[in-house]
């Protein structure tokens, strides 16, 4: 009887697992973990999903601070993001995080106006006003940029917004990071 007990807990357990995103942020110091999420696998200029936080310049009876979702350049140190209508940067030498996961195979980009099953999450990557930040992607030119869509578009721009060139670039169309099991 213990065993069929326990049998059926681990079942269960395993069960439940699956339908939980495996995706953690990693302490950034220069190097690329084997396990990082690239925000692009085909490309040779590879760009990854980062993370970092900003004391909040706006709604601070909301929130203290921000985390935002970033870009982050393989061989740089530093990631960039975009914030209060401008671009700004993390700290080199710590606050900055890169998106990892166990099954990076599970992950993958649609488009934001795609049908996608009900087994299948959008990716938080950060949070403003308490309200959370999917991770997104635009192209412009031949240039890869990740950024955010915020969750709640009542208050805020249902566009994909990216740092660029010191400012923000705004995207109608673009792609959010799901995570399907």
């Not at 040779?44 to 982050?72: C, K, M, P, R, W």
């Not at 195979?105 to 488009?111: A, E, H, N, T």
């Not at 721009?157 to 990216?162: G, I, P, Q, S």
Request: with cysteine; hydrophobic share 35%; charged share 20%.
């Amino acid at each position: 009887m213990k065993a069929v007990i326990v049998l059926f807990l681990f079942l269960r357990c395993y069960a439940s697992t699956e339908s939980v995103e495996d995706y953690y942020w990693r302490d950034f110091k220069g190097l690329v973990p084997s396990d990082a999420i690239p925000s692009d696998s085909q490309s040779e200029d590879t760009v990854y999903i980062g993370q970092f936080s900003v004391v909040a310049e706006y709604n601070v009876d909301v929130a203290n601070l921000h985390t935002l979702v970033a870009t982050l350049y393989k061989g740089k140190h530093r990631a960039i993001a975009a914030y209060n209508g401008r671009t700004v940067y993390s700290n080199e030498t710590s606050n900055l995080k890169i998106l990892c996961a166990g099954s990076t195979y599970r992950y993958s980009w649609k488009s934001q106006n795609s049908l996608f099953s009900p087994n299948c999450r959008f990716v938080i990557g950060g949070y403003e006003d308490n309200v959370p930040l999917y991770v997104g992607r635009g192209v412009k030119g031949k240039e890869k940029l990740v950024g955010k869509v915020y969750s709640d578009s009542s208050f805020h721009d249902a566009k994909l917004t990216v740092p660029y060139q010191g400012g923000e670039e705004k995207f109608d169309s673009y792609e959010i990071l799901t995570y399907c099991v």
